[in-house]
Every structure is written in structure tokens, then in C-alpha cells.
């Protein structure tokens, strides 16, 4: 065994006492945007009361673009939808803004993935 395979395959002590991340959460919201953006504010505060301590959560939302657009191309609007769901989530005390990640995929229109640690 090589001194580089050696340095890889040990596990550092301190990795023991560590404790395993939880499964995140995750919520997918398909239908008219106004909608799903209020499920996922559901959704977001209900994980909130469940985890306890907002300090500790990190948020993913994705966003599948070509969904997005089959919307809007049947009469849904992003605005003011968009901003009112931004205010609401402001007032929830999350350390950051949650990521929005916009896919070039189809999908459900949006993706909601709470990681937080216990």
C-alpha cells in the first residue's frame, strides 16, 4: 500500500465523535405558482416548528424552468406572488435567505430541501 492510499483510507479520529446529519426534508409543489408557493411557506413553517431551531437549517429551492414557463404560458404570474413569498419567509429569523437553484430540467415546478442539524 502506497503512502497516499494509506493517508485516504484512514478516517480521522475526530470524525468519531461527531454525531450523523439527519435526512433532509424534502417537498415537491406542482400545480399554479401562486399555490405552490403557498404550500411550500406551509411546508417551510411546519419544518420550522418541527426542527425547533431555525439557526441550524439550511434551505434548498429549486425551480424547473420549463414548468415555470408552461405556467406563465397559461395565464400564472411570478409577480407579485415572488415578493410576497420572499416578505413572509423574511420574518421567519433563517440565518440566510434559502438558495434558489433554477433548473433547465422539467419537473415539478418546485423542490423544497430543509437540512438542519439535531
Known sequence: MSAATARLSRRPERGRD???LPAPLVWT???PFER???????????????IGDV???ALLIDISLPTLLGRVRRGDRVQPAWGRFTERIAGYGLPTFPRV????????LATL??????
Not at 405552490?36 to 413553517?45: F, N, P, Q, V, Y
Not at 437553484?101 to 415539478?108: A, E, K
Open 18 to 20: 461527531v454525531e450523523p
Open 29 to 31: 409543489f406542482d400545480g
Open 36 to 50: 405552490c408557493l403557498d404550500d411550500l411557506d406551509d411546508s417551510l413553517r411546519r419544518a420550522i416548528v418541527l
Open 55 to 57: 439557526s441550524r437549517v
Open 101 to 108: 437553484r433554477h433548473l433547465r430540467t422539467p419537473g415539478p
Open 113 to 118: 430541501v430543509v437540512a438542519y442539524r439535531s
